[in-house]
């Protein structure tokens, strides 16, 4: 099904879709652009390369709780929080973005465990992705292409539009969006002049290159289990990495989380939030030994778990290629250039 | 001011130099990051190396950060701007590096550029000096005659603001903090090991980011850093959600020299304020 809305009328897509639960979209601040949720339609904006920080919190947040308790004399009393979030719409989402839903999918839901509190937000929300201009020069940090992602790819999108000329042309790709999009008024039925203007943008979408190696899963893969045992290797990629969690925070396929019970008095509340292999502590066991103590060694955790552990255990890469890691580091390590020179080795 | 090409000459030359004869053993400065606008830190041990070394109006980094993790007796060349120069002389004065060990290669220069941003650094963010404090070799004139501004200008309208309005101003800009800790990893003088947050008896903070966890860090670390902060702007560059962290800092700091009569890392003769007692100390915060 395509759709099509004038694009002087995006503010009247907005407050319809606000109509229909909680809605999500990028949101311009003084310095970057993320996702809020939005409480008035002027508030959304369509211009904008992509979010400083990923919509993977949308499924999980970045601090969620899991129950709450009293402390009594005698006993605890506990109560699981209940897992009901409300059918939501997040819109704006960038086809690497898009793609990082479904690759999260394997871990979260394929792993043999289904993560209820991941299942119900994602179940009950609506992906509206959104194509980069094709035609537009990607940043320099990006590399989806590389890694298989075209510009204007519907992978993990419900919903996918794309910005022609003076009009937003909007397709439903699963059931769910198609039923959304049944139920916007404000849109108009697309003509197949659209029908072809669609085809023809996401053809192109293809073609834009960002980086230029191509990454096959398998051979890195293989190439990391090689090469991890080079202690000089890991410690001259990572001489600059200064250990803070900013890359793996930003990042829309990072998901390792911590949980913790924080007590006020004799209330508190149990909860998971994202935890990050960057972090000294993240390793640490009671004993206290640190099986991790080095920087190198947990960069080099986070590169094999991503192009490696989870190729042989997920059959895919852990990445996306959308560069947050690249553009947020702050001393500028860039993990395509770490796994190009693994490739080289 | 000397062409930051030359710099860069310069800098390759005088590396070279000290590897090859031996006088240091590992050299600390910029290399290529993945294109011309994003060098990376780098530490380099062997004289070809000195090829890869950059130095453009990008390399903002402040390098002192990666002094202290070295082991006492370590020979180590170190490029350095002014603010870097001055957190190097803060860690002398802490006892966290050697001056003997330590072959300072300073950097005059204005204009770097804030790679996020592409504008150009100053006194709203920065010290805003021009000249290291505390060199050995400087791999450019000296700089005479510049004038910036007062670093804290900036403080103004945060200074203009009723309490409440501050109070308020500090809370919408923590709400956005995530918790990553680029700002305390990116600081030249946050070296704690381990830092008070990752601390688990007692858990000074909540672990997950709560408010109130955000409040109890960053008022932490503002405090800890009083007359220790040099103004370098390291923190603010590094935070990925932009919060302004260095009007906090510069207010921290021009309360501390009306106070001590002292700024940070300017002297290697000085102790650090906080640990320094005077007869003629200010005592205005007893009244």
Redesign the interface.
């Known amino acids: 099904m395509l759709k099509k809305i004038a694009l002087e009328k995006f503010g009247d897509l907005v407050a319809a879709l606000m109509e229909k639960g909680p809605l999500y979209a990028p949101v311009k601040s ?3 652009v993320d996702f809020r949720e939005i409480k008035n339609p002027g508030d959304a904006t369509l211009d904008f390369y992509n979010t ?2 990923s919509p993977k919190f949308m499924f999980f947040p ?2 969620e709780d899991i129950i709450r308790y009293k402390l009594g004399k005698d006993a605890t009393e506990a109560e699981p929080v209940k897992i009901d979030a409300k059918p939501s719409v997040i819109l704006g989402v960038r086809p690497c973005d898009a793609k990082s839903f479904e690759i999260m999918d394997r871990h979260f839901l394929g792993a043999g465990v289904i993560d209820p509190y991941w299942k119900d937000k994602r179940d009950k929300t609506t992906v509206i992705g959104y194509a980069f201009d094709p035609s537009a020069r990607p940043d ?2 990006d590399f989806y292409n590389t890694l298989g992602i075209g510009a204007c790819d519907t992978a993990g999108s419900d919903i996918f539009m794309i910005r022609a000329d003076k009009r937003l042309l909007l397709k439903g790709i699963t059931e769910k969006g198609d039923r959304l999009l049944k139920d916007l008024t404000v849109l108009e039925d697309g003509s197949n002049a659209d029908e072809k203007v669609f085809d023809d943008v996401s053809k192109k979408g293809g073609e834009a290159k960002t980086r230029f190696m191509k990454i096959d899963d398998k051979e890195i893969a293989g190439k990391l289990v090689q090469v991890f045992g080079s202690k000089e290797f890991w410690e001259k990629a990572t ?2 990495c ?5 890359c ?3 990042c829309p396929t990072c998901y390792c989380f ?1 949980i ?1 019970d ?1 007590t006020l008095f004799k209330e508190g509340v149990r ?1 998971r ?2 935890d ?1 292999c960057m ?3 993240f390793t640490l066991e009671a004993s206290g030994h640190n099986p991790r103590p080095r920087t190198f060694q947990r960069y080099r955790q986070k590169v094999c778990h991503k192009y490696s552990y989870h190729v042989d255990k997920y059959g895919c890469i852990s990445c996306v290629g959308c560069g947050r890691c ?3 580091c ?5 993990i ?2 770490v796994v190009e020179s693994v490739m080289k080795q | 001011m000397t062409a930051m090409k030359t710099i860069e000459e310069n800098l390759k030359k005088e590396a070279r130099r000290l590897l090859e004869s031996g006088e240091v053993a590992v050299v600390i400065a910029y290399g290529r ?3 011309e ?7 380099i041990t062997k004289a070809e190396e000195t090829e890869g070394l950059v130095f453009n109006e990008y390399c903002t ?1 402040n390098l002192a ?1 990666y002094l202290p993790k070295y082991p006492p007796k370590t020979r180590i060349a170190v490029a350095l701007k002014a603010a870097d120069s001055r957190a190097v002389v803060q860690l002398i004065q802490e006892e966290k590096v050697r001056r003997e060990d330590l072959v300072l290669l300073g950097i005059p220069v204005t204009g770097m550029k804030d ?3 592409g504008e150009t650094i100053d006194n709203r963010t920065t010290c805003n000096m021009a000249n290291p404090v505390l060199f050995d070799v400087l791999l450019g004139d000296e700089i005479h005659g510049f004038k910036g501004g007062s670093p804290y200008d900036v403080l103004e309208k945060l200074e203009s603001m009723s309490e409440d309005e501050r109070w308020a101003f500090w809370e919408k800009e923590f709400e956005k903090c ?5 700002c ?3 600081c030249p003088m946050c070296y704690c090991d ?1 830092c008070f947050m ?1 601390a ?1 008896r007692p858990r000074w903070a ?5 408010p109130d966890g955000h409040l109890m860090y960053h008022l932490t670390r503002f405090y800890h850093l009083a007359g220790r902060c040099v103004d370098c702007g ?1 923190c603010s ?2 935070c ?3 919060i302004p962290l260095y009007l906090f800092h510069k207010k921290v700091a021009k309360e501390c020299e009306a106070m001590f009569k002292q700024s940070a890392g300017m002297r290697i003769e000085d102790k650090p304020a906080m640990v320094n007692y005077g007869n003629q100390d200010s005592d205005e915060m007893l009244r």
Not at chain 1, 242 to 246: D, H, K, N, R, T
Not at chain 1, 330 to 334: A, F, G, L
Not at chain 2, 178 to 182: D, G, M, P, S, V
């Open positions: 003084e310095k970057a400083a920080m970045q601090s320099p940090a001489a600059a200064i250990s803070c969690g900013a793996t925070f930003v911590d913790a924080e909860k939030f994202w990050a972090f000294t502590d690249t553009r947020s702050p001393v500028n390590i860039d395509f250039s | 990051g993945f294109d606008n994003h060098p990376m830190p780098c530490a980094f950060r790679q996020k941003t995530i918790r990553c800790f680029a305390r990893k990116a381990p990752d688990s909540d672990k997950s980011p709560t390291e560059r590094a990925p959600v932009d």
